[in-house]
């Protein structure tokens, strides 16, 4: 028999990841902007992002329905016990859409609308990285419940994480922008892209270290087979793609720093997901017990089957269209 939440749990696990790679230099661009005081040159870089990044959200809206409708006890649970944070980041990112529509329509207050650009993504990146970090400490349940205070999501975990999603995002905005842009802009992001490197690697180094001393059921899995295997070449080939990120900025290859931080990004992710595993609702829900039944699954994913493909084709155009550079003076998002 087809083991369909194992299916939705990967559909879930794609859409979170797609949608972290995609709205990631997005938000990393509104991230970037106080490193870049020219406004020519703020134009350039939302402009690079202006065709597709309305789109991008559309994943992780296919995340949260896929969640209601093959795991309705975590989407309750995790609505719940991140209640505040996921509406905040919600507010943060309806802001940032808003000043990203006005900041091209203004004139004298355009540098208003440039914080608020700033302000929604930094702000709503943060929330996530806290959502995350909230995530991985586990979440307390009793019959399918949330039994938890309303800020048990707070700890110096996931603000330390929500620190690490910024600036993970940054450096995949700044990867972005080396890849889409040229001359003296592109020269600015070489320049900072090798110093949010070195951040990222530090940040991960930092989590990789704290997360098993604070988290006794995480260490279980990390230092026991088979997991221990699977986890051994993970630090390894992320200091590899982090160096070879940081030499491909002095080599000025304009593709190679963008793809070696997604994959820093992916394994990062992958790490997430083997830590976790098989619950959905750390620390001992799993997937298996917090399913619905098989018939809601079955009929959802009849839904999933038919609509992904058309997602994935409308965001594949999107960005083959849109593939070239963007430069001072070419027509933009006016």
Known sequence: MIDLSLIWAVIIALGVLIYVVLDGF???IGILFPFIKDQQERDVMMNTVAPVWDGNETWMVLGGAGLFGAFPVVYGTLL???YMPIMLMLVALIFRGVAFEFRFKAHRSKPVWDMAFIGGSTFASFLQGIILGG?????????GLYVGGGLDWLTPFSLFTGIGVVVMYAALGCGW????TDHELQDKMYRLMPKLVIA???LIAAVSLYTPFAHHTIAQKWFTTPQLYYFMPVPLLVILFGFLAWKSCFARDDFKPFFYTLCIMFLAYTGFIISLWPNIIPPSLTIWQAAAPRDSQLFALIGALVLIPIILMYTIMGYWVFRDKVRVGDEGYH
């Not at 995530?135 to 019959?143: D, L």
């Not at 922008?177 to 889409?180: G, P, V």
């Open 177 to 180: 922008l080396i890849m889409k």
């Open 26 to 28: 997005d938000l990393g």
């Open 200 to 202: 990222v690697l530090l």
């Open 80 to 82: 719940s016990a991140f």
């Open 135 to 143: 995530y991985i400490q586990g979440v307390k349940t009793e019959n």
